[in-house]
């Protein structure tokens, strides 16, 4: 038996910032929840079950945050499921709430993912709670060493992704980081962080949630002929690798290219960079856009830094990457990844605003955590067979 | 048999209340307990939504309720913990304060077990220096009549936004036998390292176990290994402030490939090798602490242990090998 289709019907997201002093836990994640609900025309009631993603909850120090989330959520005598797969959470829940449409279990999911890094400290909680931290950017930096030194690519194209992740934000009304002024001049004179990251090369910490409605095929076209395109999910996986062992490429992950062949295979698509109109990728450090477009096969292996260095990847470029400002610009860890989802669906649905790439009908989304090994991936169409 | 090691994690977390709870907390610094209305219900302590609607509830419908209540149901805490809200002996109860649908959890304070029962009378007794928090009511006593505790120090000076959650946790955690024959061995300047039986890759680190083969590796596996190896890619951290920070200078961990063996040993500290000088290729040796020094008996995975204190350089020349940078774990 085939799987039901699966649409985003409904998409919210708070406004992202570094601390959002105004809210509690509960108060952020409604906030994203009935936006996403309110763009959805449906209510609490209208929902069947709820899936939650966050990051470890060494992050704000409240374990299992779900249980007291179950009130504010609407979710009281209705299946509730936390996710965990650290920075990559968010984009596993998106696919878990696809999950259960699509196995028909339930015909209505709210996805939220939220984290509010203002309660805490990412470099604490990062470092199990010691001193010498390494942080993200000081465990990732050896990998894009690696990078740079395989590809031979010119120290620039960090700079370029940090300036046009920045550039797009500017676009984008619930984006954290606002820099009018970006310039490859200010990245460069950024201090060095993590060598050879430098300071404006490196994501934010934010406080911020995003939701998503998902729905079946009845739900998906009956959103269509009230005029609110949905997105359908034409393909959806998630993959991972043991941290550590022999031979492990943390440059291009294997679990990484199997999350994305997976989902190509089911959506029908060959080829990768002709099919996709736009990628909202997880680069939470300016390299990563290079080593993602690897990885997923949109560029050959070596030559995603050129896509950059041509501006192929820019707003108005012919493979559009974060048009939203991605993570460099908004990180709320745990909705990180769901915002990337969510940004492809607006994508396809024609919402996404000033920062819509024109025309877009297939949009890839992807969101990777822990030690590069955790792999969430999906595409989603403004139809549900757009190469026919 | 096992060694086990405990480590704490402490961290000062700030919390955000938001309208409701905020206002709760504050109404405590004034010695006033909040509910919320939801339909004819006062929920109490207050909530920002109602719990089986999940619909938003009007921070103006806040209501005074209490002081005083009714024991609805209590559990005996014979021997408090230090994280438990009184020294001694007490209660924790569920309390309905008057006006109140719905019972507040708190301790009461009656000294002893038979002083209490379901549908005994109980008022607060309240710190006098009060800060916006549930231990503002350092407990209910018996009675109808509250009572503050030493001079007061009067409300708030300003609306209750934030709280601080000192957070403390205290784990044992068994320290695998590997990494013990690791430290031991440190004592007297030697590095071990573990040859798989199937593979025969040799693993540095004490990982215990081949992730190719999945299979275990124990003491039998055991063999010495060489001192001197070859930094093949590297991390400088520059350290961010945070509660529990060590650092406070740019520091380098570099990835060691040990001569002779098949994977790096991963973010190593270095000695005497200044972060400038750090770089792929370059070759170092074992630095020791001296033979009496107390060690580190964490026990933990990565990082250099016991008394191997981290690399030093060896002098020789740089290793050339474009390969060398992908040596990653």
């Known amino acids: ?388 | 048999m096992t060694r086990f090691v405990e480590n704490s994690i402490v961290f000062p977390y700030k919390r955000s209340l938001g309208p409701v709870i905020g206002a709760f907390m504050t109404g405590l610094t004034e010695q006033r307990i909040l509910g919320i209305r939801s339909g004819d219900q006062v929920i109490v302590p207050p909530l920002e939504w109602d719990p089986q609607t999940g619909a938003e509830l009007d921070p103006d419908g806040m209501v005074e309720v209490g002081p005083a209540g009714t024991v609805e149901s209590w559990t005996w805490v014979p021997a408090p913990s230090e994280q438990h809200p009184l020294g001694h002996p007490f209660a924790f109860a569920f309390i309905r304060l008057d006006g109140a649908s719905t019972p507040l959890l708190h301790a009461v304070d009656t000294g002893a077990p038979d002083a209490l029962r379901v549908g005994a009378r109980v008022a607060p007794r309240w710190r006098g220096s009060r800060v916006g928090h549930i231990g503002d009511i350092i407990a209910f006593v018996p009675g109808e009549q509250p009572e503050v505790d030493g001079p007061d120090s009067g409300p708030a000076e300003a609306p209750v936004t934030m709280m601080d959650y000192n957070a403390s946790i205290t784990y044992r955690n068994p320290v695998p036998p590997v990494l013990d024959r690791l430290r031991e061995a440190s004592r007297d300047q030697r590095i071990i390292g573990q040859r798989c039986p199937v593979c025969e890759r040799v693993y540095s680190g004490g990982r215990g176990y081949c992730p190719i083969d999945a299979v275990e590796l124990g003491e039998e596996q055991d063999v010495d290994l060489p001192h001197t190896g070859t930094i093949t890619n590297f991390t400088i951290v520059t350290p961010v402030q945070y509660p529990g920070q060590t650092e406070t200078e740019p520091f380098a961990r570099v990835f060691v490939l040990l001569d002779g063996t098949d994977v790096i040993l991963p973010y190593q500290p270095v000695v005497e090798l200044p972060v400038g000088e750090v770089r792929v290729g370059k070759r170092v040796a074992a630095a020791w602490a001296p033979p009496n020094d107390d060690i580190d008996d964490a026990g933990a995975m990565g990082g250099a242990y016991g008394h191997l204190i981290g690399w030093i350089p060896s002098g020789e020349p740089d290793v050339e090998d474009p390969d060398l940078v992908n040596r990653i774990f």
Not at chain 1, 33 to 38: C, E, G, I, S, Y
Not at chain 1, 128 to 157: D, N
Not at chain 1, 244 to 268: I, L, N
Not at chain 1, 309 to 318: H, I, N
């Open chain 1, 1 to 388: 038996m085939s799987t039901e289709p699966a649409a985003i019907v409904g998409v919210g997201q708070t406004h992202h910032k570094s601390r959002r002093h105004d809210v509690s836990f509960g108060g952020l994640v409604r906030e994203a929840a009935f936006r996403a609900l309110d763009d959805a025309h449906m209510t609490f009631a209208d929902i069947d079950a709820v899936v939650i993603g966050k990051a470890p909850d060494l992050f704000e120090g409240v374990m299992k945050p779900e249980l007291y989330l179950s009130d504010a959520l609407g979710a009281v005598g209705k299946p509730m499921f936390r996710v965990h797969t650290a920075g990559s959470v968010g984009g596993t829940t998106a696919i878990v709430a696809a999950s259960h449409v699509q196995a028909r279990k339930h015909e209505r999911v709210l996805a939220v993912a939220f984290e509010k890094q203002s309660e805490g400290n990412a470099q604490f909680a990062l470092g199990s709670g010691r001193g010498a931290s390494l942080g993200a950017g000081g465990a990732f930096a050896p990998f894009i060493r690696a990078y740079i030194e395989r590809s031979g690519a010119p120290e620039h194209i960090g700079w370029k992704v940090a300036v046009k992740d920045r550039q797009n934000a500017l676009k984008n009304p619930y984006a954290h980081l606002r820099i009018p002024d970006i310039s490859i001049e200010k990245v460069k004179e950024s201090p060095m962080m993590w060598e050879p990251l430098r300071y404006l090369e490196s994501c934010p910490s934010s406080d911020g949630a995003c939701a998503v409605v998902l729905t079946n095929e009845a739900g998906g076209t009956a959103a269509a002929a009230d005029g609110r395109p949905p997105a359908w999910i034409i393909g959806a996986s998630s993959r991972s690798e043991p941290p550590s062992f022999p031979g492990r490429d943390p440059v291009r992950p294997a679990a990484c290219v199997q999350a994305a062949w997976d989902v190509y295979e089911q959506a029908g698509i060959t080829n990768p960079r002709q099919q996709i109109d736009m990628a909202e990728l997880y680069v939470p450090f300016s390299w990563h856009e290079a080593i993602w477009l690897e990885g997923h096969d949109i560029a050959a292996a070596g030559e995603g830094w050129r896509m950059i260095d041509d501006d192929e990847t820019a707003l108005t470029g012919s493979f559009p990457v974060n048009a939203s400002g991605g993570v460099l610009s908004s990180n709320p860890i745990g909705a990180s990844g769901l915002l990337r989802f969510a940004e492809a669906a607006n994508q396809v649905r024609g919402a996404a605003g000033e920062h819509q790439v024109a025309g877009a009908k297939v949009a890839l989304a992807m969101a990777y955590g822990a030690n590069s090994q955790y792999f969430s991936t999906w595409v989603v169409a403004s139809s549900l067979q757009p190469f026919d």
